[in-house]
């Protein structure tokens, strides 16, 4: 499976701020995605990092909100724009591996945002 | 909303005996995975299932596939305090395409020494 990390850990950011989460992986990966977990909630996905073109959102997420870069194949980064306190989450990036046959998703260790 | 509802939410139960853990779903699927979290971090993946398949064992895990019932258990054999954590059903809608997972409500087990 791929090593994945993502930067930062966790973060506290005041209202109206916008904060860039990073997510490495250690091997070139076919699909990688980013999910948003509430308090207290399952995971939700955002959007599928497409590298080389715009993301593909999912419903009830814009990209003026939540814009994601995807450069190359080991890299993503997720941006949550003009953060409110409902933004607190846990945001977590995973991958498809190129090498997999059936399709398993692996997660990095996860990014805590708390928004006052 | 969600494809899977996980049965029970919440599950309490001393070392040594086992847990079990049920994920329904609503659509028919590809596959499916059971993913760990601990204490509000990352998830582990544990064991995938293939829409062909019926039976998997990883160690102390065994989960079941009926998808003519469309749900699916987890057990574990044997618990230990270590294996306190949420657990988690992810679910590929044959619809969707591969990749594109979508998880359940989640069963926090809590395994007391």
């Known amino acids: 499976s791929a090593v994945i990390s993502q930067k930062p850990s966790r973060d506290i950011c005041q209202r109206g701020t916008s904060l860039t989460i990073q997510c490495q992986v250690d091997?070139?990966?076919?699909?990688m995605f980013w999910y948003r977990q509430q308090p207290g909630q399952s995971l939700t996905l955002i959007a599928t990092a497409n590298q080389g073109s715009e993301a593909t959102y999912e419903s009830g997420f814009v990209i003026d909100k939540f814009p994601i870069s995807r450069p190359n194949l080991t890299f993503s980064t997720l941006t949550v724009s003009n953060m409110s306190p409902e933004d607190s989450s846990i945001y977590l990036c995973?991958?498809?591996?190129?090498?997999?046959?059936?399709?398993?998703?692996?997660f990095g260790p996860g990014t805590r945002l708390t928004v006052l | 909303s969600q494809q899977g509802e996980e049965d029970p939410q919440a599950l309490s139960i001393q070392e040594g005996e086992n847990a079990t853990m049920n994920c329904s779903y609503k659509?028919?699927?590809?596959?499916l995975q059971w993913y760990r979290q601990n204490s509000g971090r990352g998830l582990v993946h544990l064991i995938l299932i293939r829409s062909n398949e019926r039976e998997k064992h990883s160690g102390r895990l065994r989960v079941t596939l009926d998808t003519s019932k469309k749900s699916s258990s987890l057990l574990i054999t044997a618990s230990r305090a270590a294996d306190t954590a949420s657990y988690f059903c992810?679910?590929?809608?044959?619809?969707?395409?591969?990749?594109?997972?979508?998880f359940g409500t989640g069963t926090r087990l809590k395994v007391l020494a």
């Open positions: 995973s991958v498809g591996t190129s090498g997999s046959r059936y399709n398993e998703q692996f």
């Open positions: 659509t028919s699927i590809n596959n």
């Open positions: 091997s070139q990966v076919t699909m």
């Open positions: 992810a679910t590929a809608p044959s619809t969707s395409g591969t990749y594109k997972y979508i």
